[in-house]
């Protein structure tokens, strides 16, 4: 013992093994070896025969116990400890013998460790220094730790593991104890990332391959981490851009608080949504031999699906306001915050409306890339093996240039130069980064342009359905007793819950009877859901238009009014030439009409057109006679020759009267919702909301009086429309007063 009493007035450094070699008789040329290299502390032990045991200060990283925190300290972190210094009895290990002459009963003694001071010598093994002062970049992580060591290690063959093994436990004694020879590769990494923390893990592994000369997967292994850096950086990005919703509030909403589920399935070519609380539009109906296969959020683009079916390319369509965008949204969200879909490594949407911007300029696809995410300008290769890349390019059918598929130039050179639409369309065939996944999202208008042998999968996004909805304003309500008076109140008024099927309408809804609802009114009108619609679609895409053409509502309401005269809800091509109007104004940039496809035929299918829903006809053709009304002192309801009232004479209540009479006239109540909605419009807050669309704005509480007045004295003539005719009522009167 009195060996071991001189050792302990050395300092040792925390984790530093000892190793001799010789026989028993060799003992104290062994014990002299030993106090050489304390005293040196820099000298490397090669071969061991004869092995101290060193019990550690400092436990396992506590991040790979745990494998969720993203903060790790390598071994030998602290700069003071205690080590238990002492010989193991030779049946302790298969491979040390032991030539002490400590008793294994006794207890070892405990020795002091002090900080080494500090010297110029740089350390023999720098890999193994770690500043545990030092913030990790929080995209090294124990899962991309383990995945990325285990998946170079999978490219050694079997002598160059085995010889890394051997390797790894001669050069680091201080941190493997035992042979390594037995372990395959998964315990190898999760002993290295156990005994050495993450970043010693990275360094050793790195060194080794270099002094393998195993250099390409070293480069391999230092790329994939600077690419999982990136991914961070991006992750970060997408985040900054995508955690809130506007959803036509004044203030931001966080997306997590009103993301839902969609009614999203695989299939093309359904018809738009024709529920009616009074008709049967027979035209508008899906046909039944459609088998539309429900989908969940985490369908889409699932790896097993992929694998199986080959999907690089999936194109999904959606009328306007089903949630196509939020549905984007919510893949984005997930990936970022981990939740699903983490095999693909990098995520990169592509806006349209950013696109726009560069439509005429002439730029590689990289470029163009690190444009809209600088972070990607650390990244020279995206056709980086084990790097899945996908592309996101929401709204194609907004972009300023239609792509023409079949007479654009084919690119393969992702770093040369081209026009925007020559990049999209090649990244869309597959000609730019064929290994990347592209998702496409647009109105059925479009789908026609992409062609068929380009899309791999087609799935539709139609909305809530009813559960969803009800489910919408649960979740985006906080006030739960409000939120369920918001459910009651939709489902109290049938047109109202049938059109909630549209995302766009709930948000429109939810803002209006949430604010009604908390000041204890209780509104009763159904026309302020639909003006805010209308104001929202306007807002958003729909101001150039009106600016180029300040009668384009006037010509697609009377286009509406027309139709619905003739009981029609299909609009033929003749009938946009006729009204003056181009379907590409109505379906692509104010998103009130759509476009879809349909067999009439086993080998044929039509083109349709139609509004986004048969109530909102409804609605633009009583919009078209109010404005009539309003603007060019006319009332369309009188002839189709749209008799002309002198200034004088012009009556809103004869207006009124005209529409009633016609209302009740017509057979199964074909009129009822129109007629509501005409009536509607001469409340007050909605001429407000429409002021951009009349000339002049008049007070109408003594129309309105007159206008009550007869529609009770109707309500005695028939007493089987009474309910509609006390629907009416409530839209001259939405509030109780």
């Known amino acids: 013992m009195e060996d071991e009493d001189a050792m302990s007035d050395n300092s040792v450094p925390f984790g530093y093994g000892a190793s001799a070699f010789g026989s028993e008789a060799e003992e104290e040329e062994e014990d ?26 400092a436990s396992p990283a506590p991040s790979y116990e745990s494998m969720h925190s993203d903060v790790c300290t390598g071994a030998g972190a602290d700069s003071q400890c205690k080590i238990q210094l002492y010989r193991q009895d030779s049946s302790g290990s298969s491979c040390c013998s032991n030539s002490s002459d400590e008793k294994p009963d ?81 315990d190898l990494v999760d002993k290295m990332l156990e005994l050495c923390g993450l970043e010693v893990s990275l360094n050793i592994t790195l060194v080794l391959l270099n002094e393998m000369k195993l250099k390409y997967i070293a480069e391999q292994l230092q790329g994939m981490c600077m690419r999982n850096e990136v991914r961070c950086e991006l992750k970060k990005t997408l985040k900054r851009m995508y955690e809130h919703v506007f959803e036509d509030l004044p203030q931001q909403t966080r997306f997590e608080d009103v993301c839902t589920d969609l009614y999203v399935t695989d299939g093309s070519n359904a018809a738009v949504h024709s ?23 985490t369908d889409i683009f699932n790896p097993k699906v992929v694998e199986k079916r080959h999907i690089r390319t999936v194109i999904t369509k959606g009328s306007p306001g089903t949630g196509k965008s939020f549905l984007v949204q919510r893949f984005i969200m997930d990936w970022v915050e981990g939740r699903s879909h983490q095999d693909i490594f990098f995520l990169l949407p592509l806006p349209v409306k950013e696109l726009n911007q560069v439509a005429e300029e002439t730029i590689g696809f990289v470029d163009l890339i690190c444009r809209l995410y600088p972070e990607m300008k650390e990244v020279d290769n995206l056709e980086f093996e084990g790097c899945h890349v996908m592309f996101i390019c929401d709204g194609l059918d907004e972009y300023v240039t239609p792509i023409d598929f079949r007479n654009t130039a084919y690119w393969c050179d992702h770093s040369e130069a081209a026009k925007t639409n020559v990049l999209i369309a090649n990244l869309i065939r597959g000609n730019l980064l064929y290994s990347a996944y592209v998702w496409v999202t647009t109105r059925p208008v479009a789908i026609n342009r992409i062609p068929a042998e380009c899309i791999h999968q087609l ?18 309500i906080y006030e739960k007793e409000l939120a369920e008076r918001v459910v009651a109140y939709i489902k109290s008024c049938k047109t109202l819950y049938i059109m909630c099927h549209l995302p766009r309408f709930c948000t429109v809804v939810r803002r209006l009877l949430e604010k009604d609802l908390r000041s204890g009114e209780r509104p009763k009108a159904l026309t302020q859901f639909y003006t805010n619609l209308l104001l929202l679609h306007i807002k958003m895409r729909g101001m150039t238009l009106l600016s180029q053409d300040g009668e384009f509502f006037l010509k697609l309401g009377k286009m509406a009014f027309q139709l619905l005269e003739k009981g029609v809800f299909l609009i033929e091509k003749d009938v946009w030439d006729k009204s003056g109007l181009k379907a590409e104004d109505a379906v692509l940039t104010v998103g009130l009409c759509t476009q879809f496809y349909r067999e009439t035929f086993m080998m044929y299918q039509e083109k349709v057109d139609c509004f986004i829903h048969p109530t909102l006809q409804e609605y633009l053709a009583a919009l078209y006679v109010f404005l009539s009304f309003m603007n060019h002192k006319r009332n369309v309801m009188e002839s189709t020759k749209m008799k002309k009232f002198p200034s004088s004479k012009v009556d809103l209540v004869e207006l009124y009267k005209s529409a009633i009479d016609k209302a009740l ?19 007050e807050a909605n001429q407000e909301l429409l002021s951009i669309l009349f000339v002049n704005t008049r007070p109408m509480q003594q129309a309105q009086e007159e206008t009550a007045n007869y529609i009770k004295k109707k309500l005695r003539d028939y007493p089987e429309r009474a309910e509609n005719l006390q629907r009416c009522l409530d839209e001259l009167f939405p509030h109780p007063h």
């Open 106 to 186: 006794e207890e070892p003694k405990d020795v002091e460790m002090m900080p080494e001071k500090p010297n110029n010598t740089p350390p023999l093994k720098p890999e193994l220094s770690v500043n545990p002062n030092e913030k990790r970049y929080p995209a090294l992580t124990v899962d991309f730790t383990f995945k990325v060591l285990q998946s170079s290690l999978q490219q050694l063959s079997p002598e160059h593991f085995k010889r890394f093994k051997k390797t790894l436990w001669e050069r680091y004694p201080q941190h493997f104890r035992d042979q390594l020879s037995s372990l395959d590769i998964i």
């Open 32 to 57: 002299v070896a030993i106090h050489r290299e304390l005293a040196l502390r820099q000298m490397e032990m090669e071969a061991v025969t004869e092995r101290y045991d060193v019990d550690r200060a």
């Open 665 to 683: 006239q017509a057979p199964n109540g074909n009129y009822d919702l129109f007629l509501r909605f005409l009536l509607g419009m001469s409340v």
């Open 459 to 476: 799935l539709e996004v139609r909305g809530f359905t009813y559960e969803q909805r009800e489910g919408y304003f649960r979740k985006t």
């Open 275 to 297: 529920e009616h609380e009074f008709r049967q539009i027979k035209e508008l109906h899906e046909d039944s031999r459609s088998n539309k296969n429900l989908l969940s959020f």
